[in-house]
């Protein structure tokens, strides 16, 4: 969407960013992309930077992600 587009329809587009949990791409000639997300899905994708950060952290992730796909348990410790 270019910014002229994104100012004409701007309630619009607010609400398809924070209603729909839609991304919005806007260019402006001569200038760096943006991307206007809903602030919760920014915060989460901070978040999610923050804890794969450390690769020893993404590794124990990615292996949780993997095994809760597979259907894999195992017994609480208390």
């Known amino acids: 969407m270019t910014y002229s587009q994104s100012r004409a329809r701007y ?3 607010l609400n ?3 209603a729909d949990r839609e ?3 806007i260019t402006r ?3 760096a992309p943006v ?3 809903a602030l919760d899905d920014y915060e989460s994708l901070k978040e999610t930077a ?3 950060r450390s690769p020893e952290n993404a590794r124990r992730l990615l292996a949780s992600i ?3 796909e ?3 348990t195992h017994d609480l410790i208390e």
């Open 35 to 37: 991307v206007m997300v």
């Open 11 to 13: 309630a619009e587009t």
């Open 66 to 68: 993997d095994r809760l």
């Open 23 to 25: 991304e919005v791409v």
């Open 70 to 72: 597979r259907g894999t």
């Open 29 to 31: 000639a001569g200038h």
């Open 50 to 52: 923050y804890l794969i």
């Open 16 to 18: 398809a960013v924070t």
